[in-house]
Every structure is written in C-alpha cells, then in structure tokens.
C-alpha cells in the first residue's frame, strides 16, 4: 500500500484554481492514483482516479508525472461548496483494502 | 457512480445495548465490503473487510467479538456494535467496490453516527 503525504491544511478564496499535490514516493507498478473529497458528517466521495499523465473530467484534473512519485489535483474555480477534507491513495484494485492518510483540509474563503 | 447506502444515519443508545448499522449496494453487486470509523478531525480507520459467505477480516486492534460482521448477500453488509459503550461513539462508513464498473475505486456510504450515552 503507497504511503502518500499531503499539505495538512490549504486555504483559498472563491474564484481562484487550487492545485493540491500529493508525495507517493513508493507507489506501486499496480497503484492508480486516486481522489476523494469529504465534507463534515459524509462519507467520502470519489473525485478523480488517474495512472499517468493527465486526467480530467467535470470536477477536476489529475496531474501525474512520468515518475508517478508525486500527483496533484487541481480544481479549477473554487467555491464555498468546495470547502472539504480531500484524501489522495494509491489503490490496485477494487477489492483491496484502503489505508486513508491525514488527508488535506481545503477552506475557501469568499 | 455507484451508490452505497446505510442504515441508519444516526442513532443513540443507552451503555450497554447493541447497534445494528445497515450497508447496502444499491445499484450493484459486492462481494466484498469495507467498514471503517472515523472520529472528529480525524482520518477513516479500516475496521474490517466484510466477504459474502465467509467471515470478515479484522483490522489488529479491532475486537470481532465486539463488533460483528454478517455479508449474508450481494448488496448487504451489517456492522452490529455489542455491548456499546460511549467510547464506541464515533461516525461508522462503509464502502464497496463496483465490480463490474471499470475503475479500481470504491464507493462509499453516507455514514452513521453513533452516540453512545
């Protein structure tokens, strides 16, 4: 299981691009980079899920260098609703367990 | 995506009595389920894995005796706290993988928050 590390807290106002990175240094050959989001009393929701390069969809981009030591997400245009814990894990596969680290706690402020 | 619900969303209990929380896939089939808890400004904790037809796997440090898992189907996965205890307080998530979906994720429930008095 890829030990990953992220910036404990960020803050950011309404309107502006967040890029959140995330350190797996020992990632596995196996490992997909992934993303969720959580707000207070929720259950995490799924975000973005990527292996290399560069993957995007209606929510957010997933940057992934060749290395794949290191990812970062970015949300473009951030808004209040955006306010959340967002956790970055190295999965390989549906069936094996998730180890959740600290996670990011974003604040966007108006 | 798929959709895990759960069953309750809160609940409290006297010390003592036992808790019965609901996971379910709604809109697919999983062999295999997670439970996790979570306390406040903290990070989820895998409890268990949950297998339809056999026995659940425990975390270390999680006591089997104490929280009890029954997969008997598909789409639902129980998670029942014995003997609760306020301790025992915290907010319960489950999650499933899709198995036919495609992507190497899991789905989560909405969680429950159990308060022990």
């Known amino acids: 299981l890829a030990k990953t590390t992220q910036p404990i807290s960020m803050d950011s106002y309404e309107g502006q691009e967040v890029n959140i990175t995330c350190s797996h240094n020992?990632?596995?050959?196996?490992?997909?980079i992934t993303w969720y989001q959580q707000f207070p009393s929720q259950g995490p929701r799924f975000i973005i899920q990527g292996y290399k390069t560069k993957v995007t969809n209606e929510v957010a981009s997933l940057f992934i260098p060749a290395d794949r030591k290191s990812s970062t997400l970015s949300l473009p245009r951030v808004s209040l609703s955006d306010t959340a814990v967002y956790y970055c894990l190295g999965i390989s596969g549906g069936y094996n367990k998730l180890i959740f680290g600290a996670g990011t706690r974003l604040a966007v402020h108006p | 995506g798929a959709v895990v619900s759960q069953h309750p969303s809160r609940v409290i209990c006297k010390s003592g009595t036992s808790v019965k929380i609901e996971c379910r896939s709604l809109?697919?089939?999983?062999?295999?389920m997670f439970w996790y808890r979570q306390f406040p400004k903290k990070s989820l904790m895998l409890m268990a894995t949950?297998?339809?037809?056999?026995?659940?796997?425990?975390e270390q440090g999680v006591e089997k005796d104490k929280f009890l898992i029954n997969h008997a189907s598909l789409t639902l996965s129980t998670l029942t706290v014995t003997s609760a205890h306020p301790e025992d307080s915290s907010f319960y998530i489950c999650s499933a993988f899709p198995e036919t979906s495609g992507q190497e994720t899991q789905y989560f429930g909405p969680g429950t928050r159990l308060l022990v008095l």
């Open positions: 949950s297998n339809e037809g056999s026995k659940a796997t425990y």
């Open positions: 020992n990632i596995a050959t196996n490992d997909y």
């Open positions: 809109d697919f089939q999983a062999t295999t």
